[in-house]
């Protein structure tokens, strides 16, 4: 079993949409979470750490589950501009870090 | 401030030749990454370095490829002979030591070297 799973989509969604996805993680010990942001053929980029009581960064808001070991990131009122792929990120105890595959959105005009 | 440094960009080869690639990380980081990423897959490790010191190499294919950080601060990532399922972005990133006090998880990466085996 991986021990970062996300939905690969592609999720379509009109401007304006809210789309919401999420990131299965396989070990319990896993201390911080992250989302990344990689646009295509560009290098990933932090989007926001992801906090256990939940946290927002404008559009943007991440919750933590550590009982069902997930994490989620929905996007309010989407833009083109968000059209990329996130990736979930999982560090250990031991500080080593996991990626996901991504999950791909497209926000259409 | 500057940010992570790779060369080269794009590379192709053919199999069975080398390559290598380089990277400059952020200065002061002392902790580098190097990833593959393969289309349509996250960035796996392949190494990762404490100052000049290896951290975690479990998954570098140590038959082909090869990694070295002399001064504790820029890389370099050899493929030795290279494979067509080679073919993939290799990223390096940097952060300040992981285990240190205040650090916030975040890695760095540079904009990749795209490396396309024929």
């Known amino acids: 079993r991986k021990e970062v799973e996300q939905d690969p989509g592609p999720f379509n969604v009109p401007e304006g949409a809210t789309v919401a996805f999420n990131c299965t993680y396989s070990?319990?010990?896993?201390?911080?979470f992250f989302w990344y942001r990689q646009d295509c053929r560009k290098e990933p980029k932090l989007l926001m750490s992801?906090?256990?009581s939940g946290n927002e960064d404008g559009r943007f808001t991440a919750q933590l589950n550590r009982a069902s070991q997930y994490i989620s990131l929905l996007i309010r009122d989407s833009k083109l501009s968000d059209s990329a792929t996130y990736l979930c990120?999982?560090?250990?105890?031991?500080?080593?870090?996991?990626f996901g595959a991504g999950t791909t959105v497209t926000v259409r005009a | 401030e500057a940010g992570v440094a790779q060369s080269p960009r794009y590379k192709i080869i053919e199999k069975r030749q080398s390559v290598a690639f380089w990277c400059n990380p952020i200065?002061?980081?002392?902790?580098l990454y190097w990833y593959q990423q393969i289309l349509g897959q996250g960035p796996k490790l392949l190494i990762q370095?404490?100052?000049?010191?290896?951290v975690d190499d479990s998954q570098l294919p140590k038959d082909r490829f090869s990694a070295e950080r002399l001064k504790g601060v820029d890389s370099t990532l050899k493929i030795q002979p290279a494979k067509l399922e080679d073919s993939a972005v290799y990223l390096c990133?940097?952060?300040?030591?992981?285990w240190g006090p205040g650090n916030t998880g975040e890695l760095f990466f540079g904009e990749g070297s795209r490396l396309t085996v024929l």
């Open positions: 990133a940097s952060t300040p030591n992981p």
């Open positions: 070990n319990s010990a896993s201390q911080s």
């Open positions: 992801v906090y256990s």
């Open positions: 990120v999982v560090r250990r105890y031991d500080y080593k870090l996991s």
């Open positions: 200065s002061g980081h002392a902790t």
């Open positions: 370095f404490q100052n000049n010191g290896v």
